[in-house]
Every structure is written in C-alpha cells, then in structure tokens.
C-alpha cells in the first residue's frame, strides 16, 4: 500500500507571495492532518481535516488555510509569505472515523520543505 | 489543553549503551501516547504506542516504553543503542476521546558514536 505523498517536496518563495502543498493520504485514510516541523518548536498542528471539514484548528494566523477534496487528498495554503513560514510541513493521514473511539495512528508523509526568502 | 515536555534536547551515547529519554506530559484525563522517531532523511514513523491495558509497552527495533500515570510520563528506553538508532525522536499525546489533535513533545535529537 502506498504511504503518504506530499508534493512538492521543496519549494523557494519570497516574502508576500502565497503557497499551495498538496497531500495525497494513504488509501482508505479519511482523515488528513497538517503539522509545520521547526528545529526550535518541534511539530505545531496546524489543522486536521475529516470528510471535506475541518475537525481542528491549531494556533495558527489565518494566513494559514487548508481543504479537503472528497477523495480525501488535502491541500493547504499560506498566503502572504512571512520569513518565519521557512520550515518542513508535514502530513499525516489516519483511518479513523467519525464518531469512533480516539484512535490516533497517524502516518506521516516525506514533508514540504518550504523556504521563504 | 494537553502539553508535551522532553527534557532532554541532544543526547549523545557511545553504541551499546542503554538509553532512556524523558517524556511528561499534562493533561488531567485519560491519554493515548505515542513515540516517534524520524530518522536522518527519512519521514517521521511511529515507534511504540500506548492506548491502555499493560503500561509497558514494545515497539520496533528493541524500543520499549512504561507509561507511569501517576508521574505523567512516558519515558522511553532501549538496553543497548546501535549507531543506527542516531534519530530525532518524539514524544506526542492526544486526549482519549472525541477527535483530539496530536500534540507533540519539541523532540530530543540522538546521536550514537560508533
């Protein structure tokens, strides 16, 4: 079975500009997360989404955004690039569904590695 | 909210020597627990996980894990570290119910000298 994709797998943006990753979930993966990786800070959680809605939110600005598409692949966007945006952004995709349990295996992708200069 | 603390922000061991990393968490109701590891280059995998039952627990590659609920940690352990085992590796929670995001610990990065 395929693991978690993540496209592109590095990309080099000025500030102000905006950015779109993409993440494709492992098959059967209903639930995709998005975690922004700093040597300083370790994983943030930027958001989690479930069947198309947003189900979390971490404390992120709202230049910070996300989508889910209904065959659960998952794009987020960073408007308005900032110097600090500069890091690796992970997604995870888990099995878990609606209404069940907790049960929060989560598999990760190879990262963005997002500069901004 | 739940928080994550490791204590321990580099490691460095000679090969054959036994590890431990600290991990504490807070967060005042039932926890599911986990250990990642992201080896150099490599995405981040899962290490050992903790939903209930024996609060010891194994994992991949000789790994092991004690949950102690009285202390708040998750303290993970190896008998004799391989150079291999050079990895940053982290400790993360999430809340036992409902759809809880997971929180991750800042990570402890460990290196083995051959």
């Known amino acids: 079975k395929a693991g978690v994709t993540q496209t592109p797998r590095y990309l080099i943006k000025t500030r102000g500009q905006q950015v779109t990753l993409s993440c494709s979930p492992i098959s059967g993966h209903r639930s ?75 598999f990760f992708g190879p990262g963005t590695r997002l500069t901004v200069l | 909210a739940q928080s994550v603390s490791q204590h321990n922000h580099h490691v460095i061991l000679s090969e054959a020597a036994s590890l431990e990393l600290g991990c504490n968490y807070s967060y005042g109701g039932t926890v599911n627990l986990f250990w990642y590891v992201q080896y150099p280059g490599q995405h981040l995998q899962l290490l050992l996980k903790y ?8 994992g991949i590659k000789g790994f092991e894990a004690e949950f102690i609920k009285s202390k708040f940690s998750f303290n993970l352990r190896k008998p004799s570290v391989q150079w291999s085992d050079t990895a940053e590796y982290f400790c993360a929670v999430n809340a036992n119910f409902g759809n809880e995001k997971l929180t991750f610990g800042t990570g402890t990065r460990l290196t083995i000298i051959p």
Do not use: H, I
């Not at chain 1, 979390?56 to 989508?67: A, H, I, L, Q, Y």
């Not at chain 1, 945006?85 to 049960?103: F, H, P, V």
């Open chain 2, 51 to 58: 939903f209930s039952g024996d609060p010891l627990v194994k």
């Open chain 1, 32 to 106: 995709v997360s998005w975690y922004q990786q700093t040597p300083g800070q370790g994983l943030q959680f930027l958001f989690e989404y479930f069947s198309e809605t947003q189900r979390n939110k971490g404390n992120f600005p709202g230049r910070f955004s996300g989508r889910q598409f209904s065959n659960s692949r998952s794009e987020m966007n960073v408007s308005t690039l900032e110097l600090g945006d500069s890091a690796l952004y992970l997604c995870a995709s888990s099995r878990e569904t609606q209404g069940a349990r907790s049960y929060n295996e989560q």
